[in-house]
Nanobody, 126 residues
Framework: QLVESGGGSVETGGSLTLSCVAS????????MSWFRQIPGKEREGVAM????????WYADSVKGRVTISQDTDKNALYLEMNSLKPEDTAMYYC??????????????????????WGQGTQVTVS
């Protein structure tokens, strides 16, 4: 189970940190990611943490403004977002895959490679 929190409404240029508490996965060993989706559009990969931080990958649209991290004590995944823009407005989802099925750099952004999803947390930038 993946449970996101931390979404909200912020002004352009503001910051938010999203959290995802994972059960059934180990954030220090499995693969975790953040996606976002606007109604009527395909879900978009935002950032990925490979096997507890072995590698981090980011979408070009957020590179330099977003940081993915994990807290092994809390078994939680985070997405720190800075310099937010109106085009960042979306529902943000946490996704996970066991390390044996971990996607690579060329495929992590595809929603279909992830096994489990959270319910999402809304981010609105105005």
């Amino acid at each position: 189970q993946l449970v996101e929190s931390g979404g909200g409404s912020v002004e352009t240029g503001g910051s938010l940190t999203l959290s995802c508490v994972a059960s059934g996965y180990d954030v220090s060993a499995d693969c975790m990611s953040w996606f976002r989706q606007i109604p009527g559009k395909e879900r978009e990969g935002v950032a990925m943490s490979k096997t507890g931080g072995e590698h981090f990958w980011y979408a070009d649209s957020v590179k330099g403004r977003v940081t993915i991290s994990q807290d092994t004590d809390k078994n939680a995944l985070y997405l720190e977002m800075n310099s937010l823009k109106p085009e960042d407005t979306a529902m943000y989802y946490c996704a996970a895959a066991p390390f044996t099925l971990c996607p690579g750099q060329r495929t992590w952004w595809r929603p279909g490679v992830w096994r489990d999803w959270g319910q999402g947390t809304q981010v609105t930038v105005s």
